[in-house]
């Protein structure tokens, strides 16, 4: 008996844990990987390695930047298997499946799908940091312990990820 309700508390919470960075998890794996399927492994295996973890965490911005550090370790996984570098290059498509664009909801869909486009194209170091910063609102600091990356390289590659978009889309779009 005690054993089940044990079960279903760790399920309850896990349902949780899904609803509240499932979306998250997936959009970075989404930008990363640009290809669904890809993404949808990626976010699974983050979740796994999640039940998989015996320590509990320091605080809930700890529990989020363990979750994107094992996503982006997932992510990079993958583009290093030998199936993803013999793969035929396939178009990338300029929309997150599903209908789930949010950066383009402030913005008409074009503009939305020319900002997104452009950030693909960037370099994954610029793309993860543009993609934390401006669509999942993560301070430098989480960015930081998020990619393991240091607070002033997280800063430099924020500045230089913005200048490219810059030249990329023309001084029309400001993300300074």
Not at 43 to 72: C, M, N, P
Not at 73 to 80: G, M
Not at 100 to 128: C, F, H, M, N, T
Request: charged residues 35%.
């Amino acid at each position: 008996m005690l054993g089940e309700m044990e079960e279903r508390l760790k399920d309850q919470g896990l349902r949780t844990k899904l609803d509240k960075y499932g979306d998250m998890l997936y959009k970075i794996a989404y930008m990363r990987l640009q290809n669904v399927e890809d993404a949808e492994d990626v976010v699974q295996e983050a979740f796994f390695q999640y039940l998989k973890r015996k320590d509990g965490f320091e605080s809930e911005e700890h529990e989020r930047a363990w979750l994107i550090h094992v996503t982006l370790n997932a992510c990079r996984k993958v583009w290093r298997s030998a199936w993803k570098r013999h793969q035929s290059g396939e178009e990338v498509s300029s929309e997150v499946p599903g209908g789930r664009v949010p950066e383009a909801e402030a913005l008409s869909l074009e503009q939305g799908k020319e900002i997104l486009k452009a950030v693909q194209s960037l370099p994954a170091k610029y793309r993860d940091v543009i993609h934390l910063f401006y669509y999942e609102e993560l301070s430098i600091r989480e960015i930081s312990r998020a990619t393991g990356r240091r607070e002033s390289t997280v800063t430099s590659q924020l500045s230089r990820g913005r200048e490219l978009l810059r030249k990329k889309l023309g001084e029309e779009y400001d993300y300074a």
